[in-house]
């Protein structure tokens, strides 16, 4: 490790488990003073950094948990996978999705960006993913459309902030091993009667015949948080083992 990250302040939602908690223990690891925070707070434990409780459907929170942090780097991770088709989603399940993995992130954005502009800089890191307006994803529509928002959103702050210092990008991954993707994989068994079956069925789609670890996601988010990526911003960066490469 090469401190990449020294000097800067960071806050990351979602960092209970899976990319975001390795994402905040690569950034303490290359020297960032690190605010994880999560809805559950005891997915937290262990961290080397300060935590916190955040709800980032919660405005006012959100607004609290920037105004401890004051971060130099916003990577926001928090999001949910919604599982059917058009004809299965129904208005509850895609207005949470929009409030959780697309109002999160304007709200977080909102919050940090004056103190960013303020202090001359600032990387904003947003997750979306492979499914979204990159491809189409079967049984993901719900999800794939949030997604896809996620783009657009951080293309347009990208835009709008390019030459007041501020870089905002997106994070596309594939399918990662992660908690959540296990109890996916859990429910496709059950449906499926077989949990060697549905783990195929996830694992048979990935060209590299593997998901992605959370820690290969983390790499990214760490360059992109760092001063080598000073000259990136407005972009979707894909990584999928290939899987959109078909």
């Given at each position: 490790m090469t401190n990449r990250l020294e000097g800067k302040r960071a806050l990351i939602t979602a960092a209970g488990q899976g990319i975001g908690r390795a994402t905040a223990e690569m950034f303490i690891a290359e020297g960032a003073e690190v605010l994880a925070t999560d809805r559950d707070t005891g997915l937290l434990e262990g961290l080397d950094c300060e935590t916190m409780r955040l709800d980032v459907r919660d405005d006012t929170a959100v607004r609290e948990g920037v105004a401890r942090a004051r971060p130099d780097i916003l990577f926001n991770c928090a999001g949910f996978v919604h599982h059917g088709t058009v004809l299965d989603a129904t208005d509850d399940e895609w207005d949470f999705a929009f409030e959780l993995n697309v109002a999160s992130m304007f709200r977080t954005i909102r919050a940090a960006l004056p103190g960013m502009l303020e202090r001359g800089g600032g990387?904003?890191?947003?997750?979306?993913?492979?499914?979204?307006?990159?491809?189409?994803?079967?049984?993901?529509?719900?999800?794939?459309?949030?997604?896809?928002?996620?783009?657009?959103?951080?293309?347009?702050?990208?835009?709008?902030?390019?030459?007041?210092?501020?870089?905002?990008?997106?994070?596309?991954?594939?399918?990662?091993?992660?908690?959540?993707?296990?109890?996916?994989?859990?429910?496709?068994?059950?449906?499926?009667?077989?949990?060697?079956?549905?783990?195929?069925?996830?694992?048979?789609?990935?060209?590299?015949?593997?998901?992605?670890?959370?820690?290969?996601?983390?790499?990214?988010?760490?360059?992109?948080?760092?001063?080598?990526?000073?000259?990136?911003?407005?972009?979707?960066?894909?990584?999928?083992?290939?899987?959109?490469?078909?």
């Amino acid at each position: 490790m090469t401190n990449r990250l020294e000097g800067k302040r960071a806050l990351i939602t979602a960092a209970g488990q899976g990319i975001g908690r390795a994402t905040a223990e690569m950034f303490i690891a290359e020297g960032a003073e690190v605010l994880a925070t999560d809805r559950d707070t005891g997915l937290l434990e262990g961290l080397d950094c300060e935590t916190m409780r955040l709800d980032v459907r919660d405005d006012t929170a959100v607004r609290e948990g920037v105004a401890r942090a004051r971060p130099d780097i916003l990577f926001n991770c928090a999001g949910f996978v919604h599982h059917g088709t058009v004809l299965d989603a129904t208005d509850d399940e895609w207005d949470f999705a929009f409030e959780l993995n697309v109002a999160s992130m304007f709200r977080t954005i909102r919050a940090a960006l004056p103190g960013m502009l303020e202090r001359g800089g600032g990387s904003i890191i947003n997750m979306s993913s492979a499914a979204s307006s990159i491809i189409g994803a079967p049984d993901r529509f719900v999800y794939g459309t949030t997604k896809a928002a996620v783009i657009g959103l951080t293309k347009s702050v990208a835009r709008d902030y390019i030459a007041r210092g501020i870089r905002c990008n997106a994070i596309c991954p594939g399918t990662v091993e992660s908690p959540s993707w296990h109890d996916r994989v859990a429910a496709l068994g059950e449906k499926l009667g077989s949990h060697e079956e549905a783990l195929q069925a996830f694992v048979s789609r990935q060209p590299m015949g593997r998901v992605a670890r959370a820690e290969e996601i983390a790499a990214l988010a760490t360059y992109l948080a760092s001063d080598e990526s000073a000259f990136t911003t407005g972009h979707a960066h894909v990584v999928d083992g290939g899987w959109s490469g078909q």
